[in-house]
């Protein structure tokens, strides 16, 4: 079946770094685009970045630009995200998420990120 | 760019309908029907119902319902079930080439 699964989640100090992974299995990885949304706790959905079916173009929420960066890697059906210089307002759940007519259709359970120090 | 806006909670009896308000700017929910929208239940990933405005994927009970009228979308749900008690997203795609989330809507069947 189709599934989406995210790991790398963990705790990290403000100003540290990240690589979340996001494993698909069950479609054409390289047929579609794919997001990164978080949740902070108690707080609502929020879109972070995405990036096009062949890596082509990446697109970013202004709350992220310059620190994260979305890549792929369609050869072995893996998503990732690099976030650099985080802070405690990075505090989420992150889920990866497939794309299709720019809505967000197949989502993984998520991976929790916490920045404290 | 600032969420869409949605009413923080919306409620009502087994049977009867409930519609959730979405509402945006020309720069998003008016400038495409590309607005979709989600469920969550407390603890669990959100759920596609409703994409391109009013289409539904495979799975979703007919009485979940889209639509729009300018830069405002609408979710509704007839013929409300016990099941249906979830927090409702929307989201729409940006003129920037960017995607913006609703401030979510907590449904409660009372």
């Known amino acids: 079946q189709v599934q989406l699964v995210e790991s790398g989640g963990g705790v990290v100090q403000p100003g540290g770094s990240l690589r979340l992974s996001c494993a698909a299995s069950g479609f054409i990885f390289g047929c579609c685009g794919m997001h990164w949304v978080r949740q902070a706790p108690g707080k609502g959905l929020e879109w972070v970045t995405f990036?096009?079916?062949?890596?082509?173009?990446?697109y970013y929420a202004d709350s992220v630009k310059g620190r994260f960066t979305i890549s792929r890697d369609n050869s072995k059906n893996m998503l990732y995200l690099q976030m650099n210089s985080l802070r405690v307002e990075d505090t989420a759940v992150y889920y990866c998420a497939k794309s299709l007519f720019d809505a967000f259709d197949i989502w993984g359970p998520g991976t929790v990120v916490t920045v404290s120090s | 760019q600032s969420a869409l806006t949605q009413p923080p909670s919306v409620s009502g009896s087994p049977g009867q309908s409930v519609t959730i308000s979405c509402t945006g700017t020309s720069s998003d929910v008016g400038a495409y029907n590309r607005v979709s929208w989600y469920q969550q239940p407390p603890g669990t990933a959100p759920k596609l119902m409703i994409y391109?405005?009013?289409h539904r994927p495979s799975g979703v009970p007919d009485r979940f319902s889209g639509s729009k009228s300018g830069d405002t979308a609408s979710l509704t749900i007839s013929g409300l079930q016990a099941e249906d008690e979830a927090d409702y997203y929307c989201?729409?795609?940006?003129?920037?080439?960017?995607?913006?989330f609703g401030t979510g809507t907590k449904v409660t069947v009372l």
């Open positions: 989201s729409s795609y940006t003129n920037s080439g960017t995607y913006v």
């Open positions: 990036i096009r079916n062949d890596g082509s173009n990446e």
């Open positions: 391109e405005v009013r």
